[in-house]
């Protein structure tokens, strides 16, 4: 028998042994964060689909998640792991090899040990990795690094992107880079291309990650040069206008790094304190105080949530909106849209529960928002109203929009009706992607259609997608209209 609390503690565990807060699991997983929350305190389970999903992110069998044993399994395979680094690096010195020369890890050993090592180790490791990295194996890696290593990875490797990576990638990176990410792939391309400014702002990270790494600060400014040379190296392919822009940045980091705040950090002891004195704070009603001191529990969803339904209690909307976006209500929402704060929206609307990110996404369609729904759908659960968004953008010419909305979200027979409405309205940019949804009976359908019309051209564009039979029978029809040509190009496709 499964024990939901039982299981619902192995799934905290993974997630905080990942370094992540259920917020960020729950948009890895396209779940609301109070779905996360129940999971963990036993008052439910994952559905199928979701559990496969959590077992492939931590990298453990359903049985294991269900009943256990885990993580010795999982320590026996870093272990193992630990040896096979140890016995390439003795064969590398018993070949003569000089230090630091030996064979670099690759992605999959690195995502077998990071959950045993220091952020710092996982960084250093990561940016000299051997072959290729794929966006799903960034995504399984990045919450044992900092944010700034995740996008220089990014720069780094240019791992194929589309817009599930994206969705897994987006809890670890700013939301600058996502919003750019997005744009990118809604436009077709399926690399990252980075701009000079990122290009400039990631190479200054990697820079601070490194001193980060050394033995103390003047350490730090003696490896400068070479933490120079390297960067300048890493930014040939880049051209000329990014080259400058690194140069500049390079100029800038040694004032940079004298006036960098030093970030404290508090004993287990201290730690508890200061969260019993939000407790206290909240008690009182200190609102300034809590106000100022907000991104210090940044990662505490539970007393973030319990600040949040105090001050609704006490009519503060307008201080919920301003502090914690995540859980406004109905009302502050509806503030929002009215005033047009759809910066705020994207901000915060993936903490929102289901009802309210449906009534973001209708209101900004309605608004014909189009940009921010390409920005933003994807994070959102809106299965309760995909066929209404689809429609609505398919209506105002927004094709590429209306096939992302439909994605993963409409049935085939909606996907159906979707692709005729966009066939009857000659739409074919639309009708292209909406097509590969439909089942084998709507496609048949529509290329006889266009057959008998004699739309080879179009024809074409979809064939690909049909089974040899229906090609045969549409090759039958050019034959009697005495197109050979059509006749040529079916006869490719058998």
């Not at 024990?3 to 192995?10: D, I």
């Not at 193992?80 to 064979?103: F, L, M, N, R, Y």
């Not at 794929?134 to 995740?150: D, S, Y």
């Not at 004298?258 to 019993?276: D, F, G, L, T």
Request: net charge negative; proline share 2%.
């Amino acid at each position: 028998m499964i024990e939901n609390r039982a299981v619902g503690r192995r799934i905290a565990s993974l997630r905080q042994e990942h370094s992540l807060t259920q917020q960020q699991l729950a948009a890895m997983l396209r779940v609301s964060h109070q779905a996360v929350s129940k999971w963990e305190s036993g008052q439910a389970l994952p559905d199928i689909q979701t559990m496969l999903e959590l077992t492939q992110f931590f990298g453990v069998t359903v049985e294991q998640l269900l009943n256990g044993s885990a993580q010795p399994e999982q320590a026996q395979e870093a272990e193992q792991s630990c040896a096979q680094a140890q016995e390439h690096k003795q064969e590398s010195v018993d070949a003569g090899d000089a230090p630091g020369e030996e064979k670099n890890m690759n992605i999959q050993q690195l995502l077998q040990m990071a959950p045993f090592m220091s952020k710092e180790g996982v960084e250093e490791i990561a940016m000299q990795l051997e072959g290729s990295v794929t966006a799903m194996q960034l995504a399984r890696l990045a919450p044992f690094v900092r944010q700034e290593c995740v996008e220089a990875l990014l720069a780094k490797y240019q791992p194929q992107m589309n817009w599930d990576a994206l969705r897994r990638l987006a809890p670890f990176m700013s939301r600058e880079s996502v919003d750019r990410l997005a744009r990118a792939i809604a436009s077709g391309e399926t690399t990252v291309q980075d701009s000079a400014d990122g290009i400039n702002k990631t190479i200054n990270d990697i820079g601070k990650a490194f001193d980060d790494i050394g033995k103390g600060v003047g350490q730090a400014f003696d490896g400068l040069g070479k933490g120079m040379e390297k960067a300048v190296r890493k930014a040939w392919r880049f051209g000329e206008n990014v080259i400058n822009e690194v140069s500049n940045a390079i100029n800038d980091l040694s004032s940079e790094a004298e006036n960098a705040p030093v970030e404290r950090v508090r004993s287990e002891r201290a730690q508890q304190i200061r969260k019993r004195a939000f407790e206290r704070a909240l008690e009182d009603s200190k609102w300034d105080w809590l106000a100022a001191h907000m991104d210090e529990i940044a990662d505490d969803s539970e007393l973030k949530e319990r600040i949040a339904a105090k001050a609704q209690t006490q009519g503060m909307h307008e201080w919920i909106r301003t502090n914690l976006g995540g859980f406004a209500d109905a009302a502050n929402v509806d503030a929002a849209i009215a005033d047009g704060k759809w910066d705020w929206l994207g901000e915060h609307v993936t903490g929102m529960d289901d009802g309210l990110q449906k009534r973001v996404a209708l209101a900004a369609m309605q608004a014909q928002n189009w940009p921010w729904l390409r920005a933003h759908s994807d994070a959102l659960n809106l299965d309760d109203c995909a066929w209404e968004l689809a429609n609505g953008a398919l209506q105002a010419g927004e094709g590429a929009l209306a096939a992302q909305l439909a994605a993963n979200r409409l049935d085939v027979n909606q996907m159906a009706e979707l692709a005729n409405l966009a066939y009857a309205a000659k739409n074919h940019d639309a009708l292209e992607k909406l097509l590969p949804g439909c089942d084998a009976v709507f496609v048949d359908a529509l290329l006889r259609d266009l057959a008998a019309n004699a739309d080879w051209a179009h024809v074409e564009q979809y064939v690909s997608l049909a089974p040899a039979n229906t090609v045969e029978q549409l090759m039958e029809t050019a034959v009697e209209q005495g197109d050979f040509d059509a006749v040529d190009m079916l006869d490719q496709h058998l």
